[in-house]
């Protein structure tokens, strides 16, 4: 294998690792916020339960979203050195304001935040949470504008002596038609995790509960290494919950309207700018005029050539145009068409790929979203989850709309091959020239082995954490004339 | 002052600031071991960086975007022509942060000594390989007509980048040293003064015969102004620290880590990254550096938010001001009994 395929390997495996973490970082902090929010309005000894639960579990999540954060923004320096010299004067700004403006926002309070509890009064601890929240909400939007130059250049002129893009309007930059459109999507995603996460996390809990028979007083608590739980009383358990499965379940579903509409005015920008990737997504080889969507194709194993199909007529001229007549380009004619500018070789991406991955990015979407809205339902008016199809059921409420995030991405990544930067970097051009294959595939290995490890000690942490259930709140004992002892530490 | 000037400034700002808050967050985890003896000490030596150390990371990551906007030649030549010492950063930063966060998570002895290692190797590693990349980059490096780096990996490890090392190792220890006898009262208190006090004076030689030969080497008038500011802060620090004085020690340390990397800095200008087979083929804050217009977008952002980040990040270390002792650390969370060693 050469260099530049495991440099690209390497980007894909770092890059669906890290956000695995980065939709759950985004949705459970603003859920944790405004849950905590509740809390200081009402004073409910629930929402104050619930807070710390998920804030401990978005904590640990949140670790391992930062650490491989950091491997993303070395490796466009490791393995694509060409790359960055040649966008470095538009791209690395965003990155940059990303740091310095949402970064630096997201783990400086973050700190005061855990370790706050104590510390400062109740309304301050409460803006440090929203302060971390907002950095994470405004760093999607500068890595989106960044990626967006990628999918959709605007704003720049290429220089021919430096042969590099150069920065003519950072505001078209920052407003370019795809961010706009992406970032809505990206956000609504999102809290389609974090919502997901929240009611199946909670659901859970119902479950088990009207499961397992109320202990008898005396019991002590089970041996192992799990706190010593002296958890409330099982009908303020109960009640905790119960509002998280509806805050979970209801974010979920308005959530899910909302990526809905972007991802329909995403097709639409898609089609103007990325014309390839719709054609793609579609696995659309002949220009259509009327388009059908096609529900399922399955074609010869090297894609070029349907054997059977469901079709929904007019679907895709209308989610490409918006006009229920639309025309809608095929492959064969885009290819001649780039071919003309860009000279020979091939401009279609990885045809089964992109139309398997954009049908799973919908199908898990919309599969999560009914889901979520089937427990709503199963547990309106205090009706109990006794069934025992609900525990796989509520496992994979929160793993469907985060695949649903790795595919979207999937797809989007390598329908804009074979360029870097659209029309003006093929991917090839991009990589490190001096970097060899030894060193690729050494970081590669260590980086695949130790994600692993990693992902194994976080699952099963995370767990842990969820079995254990809602924490005690009662305040640790104090000697006289010594200070509290910390309410948090490492 | 030319954009490219304000620049090259402004990174050199990030990266001193990374390395005077990382730095003594370096020192403190390599010294877990040292000034923590049992599991109640070794979380007092690890909550004083607590609610910092995740905060103090982002000035890397910014320094690195700052570098990636306003640089990106010097960015594309660093990043790929380093990239196996900063692959193992990296690796160390990321068990690091992992650590401390997920080492308290399960009450099991091996979970806990397993971690606690994981802190003290993934701390000194990357205090030592910075100093080795910064001693190589001042020193210049194989760098050919099209600014890609050709020397390979054995040629970054040379006397001068390995002293530098050394350096950045030694000062982070005296650094974390002063800091967690700031941040702590007892015995934890005693035993980093103590050890601040033997650590600094090879810190103390190291840094001085670093300065004389990096002054011997690139150095002009205001490099020995610098050096000598950095050599007095921890020569001050040392006697301070005997003194007891924690405060004016960490001034001290964090002077001569700020004046040391500072003198880097002008030694370099305005090269970024020399190249050590043609001096028509440095990298210099002119031909790496990116458009006029997107300097000064990045100036105003930079002008604006900086303060701004500067000041809220002061006012973690003020809300969290209050020493911590064994006391500070619940019973409920410490090992079960019999395995609390």
Same mark, same amino acid.
């Given at each position: 294998?050469?260099?530049?395929?495991?440099?690209?390997?390497?980007?894909?495996?770092?890059?669906?690792?890290?956000?695995?973490?980065?939709?759950?970082?985004?949705?459970?902090?603003?859920?944790?916020?405004?849950?905590?929010?509740?809390?200081?309005?009402?004073?409910?000894?629930?929402?104050?339960?619930?807070?710390?639960?998920?804030?401990?579990?978005?904590?640990?999540?949140?670790?391992?979203?930062?650490?491989?954060?950091?491997?993303?923004?070395?490796?466009?320096?490791?393995?694509?050195?060409?790359?960055?010299?040649?966008?470095?004067?538009?791209?690395?700004?965003?990155?940059?304001?990303?740091?310095?403006?949402?970064?630096?926002?997201?783990?400086?309070?973050?700190?005061?935040?855990?370790?706050?509890?104590?510390?400062?009064?109740?309304?301050?601890?409460?803006?440090?949470?929203?302060?971390?929240?907002?950095?994470?909400?405004?760093?999607?939007?500068?890595?989106?504008?960044?990626?967006?130059?990628?999918?959709?250049?605007?704003?720049?002129?290429?220089?021919?002596?430096?042969?590099?893009?150069?920065?003519?309007?950072?505001?078209?930059?920052?407003?370019?038609?795809?961010?706009?459109?992406?970032?809505?999507?990206?956000?609504?995603?999102?809290?389609?995790?974090?919502?997901?996460?929240?009611?199946?996390?909670?659901?859970?809990?119902?479950?088990?509960?009207?499961?397992?028979?109320?202990?008898? =007083?005396?019991?002590?608590?089970?041996?192992?290494?799990?706190?010593?739980?002296?958890?409330?009383?099982?009908?303020?358990?109960?009640?905790?919950?119960?509002?998280?499965?509806?805050?979970?379940?209801?974010?979920?579903?308005?959530?899910?309207?909302?990526?809905?509409?972007?991802?329909?005015?995403?097709?639409?920008?898609?089609?103007?700018?990325?014309?390839?990737?719709?054609?793609?997504?579609?696995?659309?080889?002949?220009?259509?005029?009327?388009?059908?969507?096609?529900?399922?194709?399955?074609?010869?194993?090297?894609?070029?050539?349907?054997?059977?199909?469901?079709?929904?007529?007019?679907?895709?001229?209308?989610?490409?145009?918006?006009?229920?007549?639309?025309?809608?380009?095929?492959?064969?004619?885009?290819?001649?068409?780039?071919?003309?500018?860009?000279? =020979?070789?091939?401009?279609?991406?990885?045809?089964?790929?992109?139309?398997?991955?954009?049908?799973?990015?919908?199908?898990?979407?919309?599969?999560?979203?009914?889901?979520?809205?089937?427990?709503?339902?199963?547990?309106?008016?205090?009706?109990?989850?006794?069934?025992?199809?609900?525990?796989?059921?509520?496992?994979?409420?929160?793993?469907?709309?985060?695949?649903?995030?790795?595919?979207?991405?999937?797809?989007?990544?390598?329908?804009?091959?074979?360029?870097?930067?659209?029309?003006?970097?093929?991917?090839?051009?991009?990589?490190?020239?001096?970097?060899?294959?030894?060193?690729?595939?050494?970081?590669?290995?260590?980086?695949?082995?130790?994600?692993?490890?990693?992902?194994?000690?976080?699952?099963?942490?995370?767990?842990?954490?969820?079995?254990?259930?809602?924490?005690?709140?009662?305040?640790?004992?104090?000697?006289?004339?010594?200070?509290?002892?910390?309410?948090?530490?490492? | 002052?030319?954009?490219?000037?304000?620049?090259?400034?402004?990174?050199?700002?990030?990266?001193?600031?990374?390395?005077?808050?990382?730095?003594?967050?370096?020192?403190?985890?390599?010294?877990?071991?040292?000034?923590?003896?049992?599991?109640?000490?070794?979380?007092?030596?690890?909550?004083?960086?607590?609610?910092?150390?995740?905060?103090?990371?982002?000035?890397?990551?910014?320094?690195?975007? *700052?570098?990636?906007?306003?640089?990106?030649?010097?960015?594309?030549?660093?990043?790929?022509?380093?990239?196996?010492?900063?692959?193992?950063?990296?690796?160390?930063?990321?068990?690091?942060? !992992?650590?401390?966060?997920?080492?308290?998570?399960?009450?099991?002895?091996?979970?806990?000594?397993?971690?606690?290692?994981?802190?003290?190797?993934?701390?000194?590693?990357?205090?030592?390989?910075?100093?080795?990349?910064?001693?190589?980059?001042?020193?210049?490096?194989?760098?050919?007509?099209?600014?890609?780096?050709?020397?390979?990996?054995?040629?970054?490890?040379?006397?001068? *980048?390995?002293?530098?090392?050394?350096?950045?190792?030694?000062?982070?220890?005296?650094?974390?040293?002063?800091?967690?006898?700031?941040?702590?009262?007892?015995?934890?208190?005693?035993?980093?003064?103590?050890?601040?006090?033997?650590?600094?004076?090879?810190?103390?030689?190291?840094?001085?015969?670093?300065?004389?030969?990096?002054?011997?080497?690139?150095?002009?008038? !205001?490099?020995?102004?610098?050096?000598?500011?950095?050599?007095?802060?921890?020569?001050?620090?040392?006697?301070?620290?005997?003194?007891?004085?924690?405060?004016?020690?960490?001034?001290?340390?964090?002077?001569?880590?700020?004046?040391?990397?500072?003198? *880097?800095?002008?030694?370099?200008?305005?090269?970024?990254?020399?190249?050590?087979?043609?001096?028509?083929?440095?990298?210099?804050?002119?031909?790496?550096?990116?458009?006029?217009?997107?300097?000064?977008?990045?100036?105003?952002?930079?002008?604006?938010?900086?303060?701004?980040?500067?000041?809220?990040?002061?006012?973690?270390?003020?809300?969290?001001?209050?020493?911590?002792?064994?006391?500070?650390?619940?019973?409920?969370?410490?090992?079960?009994?019999?395995?609390?060693?």
């Amino acid at each position: 294998m050469s260099a530049e395929t495991l440099a690209r390997w390497q980007f894909a495996i770092t890059t669906v690792y890290h956000f695995f973490f980065v939709p759950m970082t985004i949705g459970l902090a603003v859920l944790v916020a405004a849950i905590q929010t509740a809390w200081v309005r009402t004073g409910q000894e629930k929402y104050l339960l619930l807070t710390k639960f998920f804030g401990k579990l978005f904590l640990i999540n949140f670790a391992l979203g930062v650490v491989t954060g950091i491997v993303q923004e070395f490796q466009f320096g490791m393995n694509w050195s060409e790359y960055s010299r040649f966008v470095g004067d538009i791209f690395g700004a965003p990155l940059a304001l990303e740091a310095l403006l949402a970064f630096f926002l997201e783990s400086t309070f973050l700190g005061i935040w855990i370790f706050g509890w104590d510390r400062l009064s109740q309304k301050v601890h409460l803006a440090m949470i929203w302060l971390a929240a907002s950095g994470t909400v405004l760093s999607a939007y500068f890595i989106l504008a960044a990626n967006s130059f990628m999918q959709n250049p605007v704003g720049f002129t290429f220089n021919e002596a430096r042969g590099r893009a150069e920065l003519t309007d950072f505001v078209a930059v920052l407003t370019n038609p795809v961010v706009l459109v992406t970032y809505p999507h990206q956000l609504f995603a999102c809290f389609m995790v974090g919502g997901a996460f929240l009611a199946g996390v909670a659901g859970w809990h119902l479950w088990r509960g009207a499961r397992t028979p109320v202990p008898e =007083p005396g019991d002590g608590p089970g041996s192992g290494d799990e706190q010593p739980s002296t958890s409330p009383d099982p009908a303020t358990a109960r009640a905790a919950w119960r509002s998280a499965v509806k805050i979970g379940a209801v974010t979920l579903l308005v959530a899910s309207v909302g990526v809905m509409v972007s991802g329909d005015l995403q097709g639409k920008v898609m089609t103007q700018v990325q014309p390839m990737k719709m054609a793609a997504a579609e696995a659309l080889y002949e220009t259509e005029q009327p388009a059908s969507f096609s529900v399922i194709t399955i074609g010869t194993p090297d894609g070029q050539r349907e054997l059977w199909s469901i079709k929904v007529p007019h679907l895709l001229s209308y989610l490409a145009t918006g006009t229920l007549d639309g025309q809608v380009q095929g492959i064969r004619q885009l290819q001649e068409a780039y071919e003309a500018t860009y000279g =020979p070789g091939s401009y279609a991406p990885n045809i089964p790929l992109t139309y398997w991955t954009f049908r799973w990015m919908i199908a898990l979407g919309m599969a999560g979203a009914l889901l979520g809205a089937y427990l709503l339902w199963s547990t309106r008016g205090g009706r109990e989850l006794r069934h025992k199809l609900w525990l796989p059921l509520l496992v994979a409420l929160p793993l469907l709309p985060l695949f649903s995030n790795s595919v979207g991405w999937i797809f989007t990544e390598t329908g804009r091959q074979p360029w870097l930067v659209f029309g003006l970097l093929p991917t090839a051009a991009g990589v490190s020239p001096g970097t060899t294959v030894a060193e690729v595939l050494t970081s590669m290995g260590i980086f695949t082995l130790l994600y692993g490890g990693l992902a194994v000690v976080e699952v099963r942490l995370m767990l842990k954490y969820i079995r254990a259930g809602l924490p005690d709140l009662t305040p640790a004992t104090v000697d006289e004339g010594q200070d509290a002892p910390l309410e948090f530490a490492y | 002052m030319e954009l490219t000037t304000v620049w090259f400034i402004l990174i050199a700002v990030l990266w001193i600031g990374y390395f005077v808050l990382e730095g003594f967050d370096f020192g403190v985890g390599m010294l877990l071991h040292v000034l923590g003896r049992d599991d109640r000490e070794r979380r007092v030596v690890v909550n004083t960086i607590g609610p910092h150390f995740d905060g103090n990371e982002v000035w890397l990551i910014t320094a690195g975007g *700052a570098t990636f906007a306003a640089f990106p030649e010097w960015y594309a030549t660093l990043f790929s022509g380093f990239y196996l010492p900063l692959l193992l950063i990296l690796v160390a930063l990321i068990i690091r942060l !992992v650590a401390i966060d997920y080492r308290s998570k399960r009450r099991e002895l091996a979970w806990r000594q397993r971690w606690d290692l994981a802190i003290t190797v993934s701390s000194a590693l990357p205090a030592l390989l910075w100093g080795v990349a910064f001693g190589n980059l001042l020193r210049g490096v194989p760098i050919d007509a099209d600014f890609e780096y050709v020397g390979g990996f054995w040629n970054l490890l040379n006397p001068f *980048a390995l002293l530098t090392g050394l350096v950045t190792l030694t000062l982070f220890l005296t650094h974390g040293a002063v800091f967690v006898a700031l941040k702590t009262d007892g015995v934890i208190r005693e035993r980093a003064n103590a050890f601040a006090a033997r650590i600094g004076v090879l810190a103390a030689v190291l840094t001085v015969v670093l300065a004389l030969w990096l002054n011997l080497r690139h150095g002009s008038g !205001v490099t020995y102004l610098t050096s000598a500011v950095a050599a007095g802060g921890l020569l001050g620090a040392l006697a301070a620290n005997r003194r007891g004085r924690e405060g004016w020690a960490f001034v001290g340390t964090a002077a001569c880590i700020a004046f040391l990397f500072a003198t *880097a800095f002008l030694a370099l200008f305005p090269d970024v990254m020399p190249s050590s087979l043609d001096p028509a083929w440095n990298l210099t804050t002119s031909n790496a550096s990116s458009t006029p217009y997107t300097l000064t977008i990045m100036t105003w952002a930079a002008a604006i938010a900086t303060p701004v980040v500067v000041a809220y990040q002061a006012w973690t270390y003020w809300v969290f001001r209050r020493r911590l002792t064994v006391s500070s650390i619940r019973d409920d969370v410490l090992l079960p009994d019999p395995a609390r060693r």
